[in-house]
């Protein structure tokens, strides 16, 4: 056995693919000879790192239940969507506001693109390695004050607790009971300063106070999100209409 191939053996036992490819690649290609013995080992950790980065990001957009996998902040057409202003959508893609624990509200009327917006962003902070996990107000509500024996609920409940990038979709005003209005505060106070949110509703965030049926309680809620977010209000007609698509985006 030549010492290439047990050195072949030994990369793929130790799962260093992305290692073993390079050095399939090295050996084949004769601009390699006159490398250095660090440039090419270089090379080839430099190779392991790639696929083990990409590896790990596509098990992150797997997990992050976010509805448009595909969005892209590079492929937003401001000409259709004249209420998103380029440099701050610019700014916001360096996620310093990620970084200092701050949240992004998107609000506006249905169709405008809000969650893909929100997707996009999401699949900004995916691309630098960081847990995002998207869900509806709805459920998350629901799964809030149900029975933590019922299968599921304590999986997503951790996740919302400790993912760093929370999307709430859909945030709305209907009545919230004693107990989910408690247990939302619960929820944004443990994530207070350690996690941030996106949260897209078609209603004006004044609105969502009156849903709690307690001032204090909303308050203390909506204020650690409210006065530490990027505001994002979307205007114009339905994106959906003007993109000729029913139900979403393609």
């Avoid at 799962?15 to 290609?29: D, P, T, Y």
């Avoid at 939302?184 to 969502?208: A, C, H, M, N």
């Amino acid at each position: 056995m030549t010492l290439k191939k047990q050195i072949s053996e030994i990369l793929l036992k130790l799962k260093l693919n992305g290692m073993n490819a390079e050095l399939e690649r090295q050996c084949s290609n004769d601009k390699y000879e006159d490398m250095s013995f660090l440039e090419r080992l270089h090379g080839l950790a430099l190779e392991e790192l790639t696929l083990t980065s990409n590896s790990h990001i596509a098990r992150l957009l797997k997990r992050s239940n976010i509805r448009w996998k595909h969005a892209s902040l590079a492929e937003i057409d401001y000409k259709i969507q004249t209420s998103l202003k380029p440099a701050v959508i610019k700014e916001l893609a360096e996620l310093e506001w990620l970084n200092n624990h701050r949240h992004i509200i998107i609000t506006g009327a249905t169709g405008l693109g809000k969650t893909y917006l929100a997707s996009a962003f999401s699949n900004e902070v995916i691309m630098q390695s960081v847990e995002a996990f998207q869900c509806r107000f709805s459920e998350l509500i629901i799964k809030l004050s149900a029975d933590k024996s019922e299968k599921g609920v304590t999986t997503f409940l951790n996740k919302v607790k400790k993912v760093p990038l929370l999307v709430i979709d859909d945030w709305g005003i209907a009545p919230l009971t004693v107990t989910e209005r408690h247990a939302l505060f619960e929820l944004i106070e443990q994530r207070d300063q350690k996690g941030s949110l996106i949260i897209t509703s078609q209603y004006p965030v004044g609105d969502w106070y009156d849903a709690f049926g307690d001032e204090t309680i909303a308050d203390s809620t909506l204020d650690r999100i409210v006065h530490s977010a990027h505001k994002i209000n979307m205007k114009g007609e339905s994106f959906r209409k003007l993109m000729g698509i029913q139900g979403g985006l393609k």
